[in-house]
């Protein structure tokens, strides 16, 4: 089992930036990639940001060269900063981790708002 718990959202105003952590905990010896999901009102949850274990990193679209997906695998950590914030990134931020049975693990979710 694997346990994860989000933190770092909020309120921002646009242009702004957010970093979100995620701090992980239990058999983190089984998981492979851990990623970022957001999931905005009326609309699917999507992924944003994705990093394995090896540091290999893909990101979603229209957050290339705003967001920065970082792994302290010491720390069991996973972090997301998100720069030049923008209405659209407004949305619920889910932590995940994808093990290399396949399961899939998630966080609780922290609430970004970009609002002036």
């Known amino acids: 089992q694997v346990q994860l718990v989000e933190s770092g959202g909020g309120l921002v105003q646009p242009g702004g930036s957010l970093r979100l952590s995620c701090a992980a905990s239990?058999?983190?010896?089984?998981?492979?990639?851990m990623g970022w999901y957001r999931q905005a009102p009326g609309k699917e949850r999507e992924l944003v940001a994705r990093?394995?274990?090896?540091?290999?990193?893909i990101y979603k679209d229209s957050v290339k060269g705003r967001y920065t997906i970082s792994r302290d695998n010491a720390k069991n950590t996973l972090y997301l900063q998100m720069n030049s914030l923008k209405p659209e990134d407004t949305a619920v931020y889910y932590c995940?981790?994808?093990?290399?049975?396949?399961?899939?693990?998630w966080g609780q979710g922290t609430q970004v708002t970009v609002s002036s």
């Open positions: 995940n981790a994808i093990a290399h049975s396949g399961i899939q693990y």
């Open positions: 239990g058999s983190m010896w089984s998981i492979n990639v």
């Open positions: 990093i394995s274990s090896g540091g290999r990193t």
